[in-house]
């Protein structure tokens, strides 16, 4: 099978790989289609050379179908699923009190540690495996883990209906959040200085600050009479992001941070103890997380399918994909098609 492989810093190769073969409570799936997420653009420069080595197969958020699966299975062949591509030991004071996507002694991210979905074939533990039903698309079943991110992180930020909320970027992770936030019945603003950027988040219906062109506490105090917002989400992993989130969050509000940081941070600590902010680190999702990303599309809660910027098969995944996204290209997010076979509804 063909596979797009991390060889070291700043390279990628399409390379022939063998099928895997499964074990004992494994799955093995024919890949449809696999998005590249900002993890995968931060491996492809070498910014995870501890735990993704030469020749892994990058790709975790995904959708396939069952191609083989065990005689005792629940899954049939050609079953329509999604995969939560995380495992852990099991055995870590963490994982014994369910907290599984903080595994202190294991934690494994199919596509970053192990080998991923840029690939025709991938074999997973059937734990992991999640039905589409009939009225997911097998793209937008592409979207269910960084939608899932993002349930996991509105989660954290305890967002309830009536209250104002502030995504800092509106990238992939950023406008996804800012809609689960919004299907919760928050007010939702998002800063953004990229104005293709800001035309999607404004095409969806959102309110966007650009603190490029204006004062963007001036903007907030006006927008909330000087309470500021309820919580706050850096989707960016840039210091002037957190710092933004900080300044804009009201007295004791809540400061979510999803974006992963390229250095390390720079802000004022007094600000947080002044309004006695709360700040919460979210790490990827849990089983529950899963559900209800696969509950909200199933059900029309969401529409993500406006968030696909473009499809490229394998062959063209660097040149049309990772190089397109360092260029600056106009998308949101980008899927690699690895199946001949037609889009299901």
């Not at 735990?51 to 069952?66: A, N, Q, Y």
């Not at 009190?97 to 903080?102: M, S």
């Amino acid at each position: 099978m063909k596979a797009l492989c991390y060889v070291g810093p700043n390279e990628l190769a399409v390379k022939e790989r063998n099928i895997p073969e499964t074990g004992p409570g494994e799955v093995l799936i024919k890949v449809n289609y696999a998005g590249i997420c900002g993890t995968d653009m931060l491996a492809y420069h070498g910014g995870m050379t501890k735990r993704t080595k030469p020749s892994v197969i990058l790709g975790h958020e995904f959708s396939g179908t069952v191609y083989e699966a065990g005689v005792s299975s629940s899954f049939q062949k050609g079953d329509r699923v999604t995969v939560e591509p995380i495992t852990s030991c099991g055995e870590c004071d963490s994982c014994q009190r369910g907290d599984y996507n903080l595994c202190t002694i294991n934690f494994n991210l199919i596509g970053i540690d192990s080998d991923g979905a840029f690939a025709e074939y991938i074999k997973v533990p059937e734990s992991k495996v999640y039905r589409l039903g009939d009225t997911i698309s097998m793209q937008e079943g592409a979207l269910i883990e960084p939608l899932a991110v993002c349930v996991h992180a509105v989660e954290k930020g305890k967002i309830a209906a009536g209250q104002t909320v502030l995504v800092v970027g509106g990238g992939p992770i950023g406008i996804i959040t800012a809609l689960t936030a919004q299907q919760r019945g928050a007010k939702v603003l998002i800063s953004e200085i990229s104005p293709y950027r800001i035309q999607v988040a404004n095409q969806l219906g959102f309110e966007v600050l650009n603190p490029t062109e204006e004062d963007f506490l001036e903007q907030i105090n006006e927008i909330t009479h000087g309470r500021g917002v309820d919580v706050s989400i850096e989707a960016t992993g840039t210091n002037d992001g957190m710092v933004a989130c900080i300044e804009a969050a009201r007295t004791k509000g809540i400061v979510v941070i999803t974006g992963l940081p390229k250095k390390n941070a720079d802000f004022d600590v007094y600000r947080i103890i002044a309004k006695e902010l709360q700040l919460v680190g979210t790490r990827v999702y849990m089983k529950e997380d899963y559900d209800q990303a696969i509950e909200l599309l199933s059900s029309g809660g969401l529409d993500l399918s406006s968030l696909i910027s473009k499809v490229v098969p394998l062959e063209e995944a660097i040149q049309q994909g990772f190089e397109a996204i360092d260029s600056g290209e106009d998308v949101i997010k980008i899927l690699i098609s690895l199946s001949d076979e037609d889009e299901k509804a």
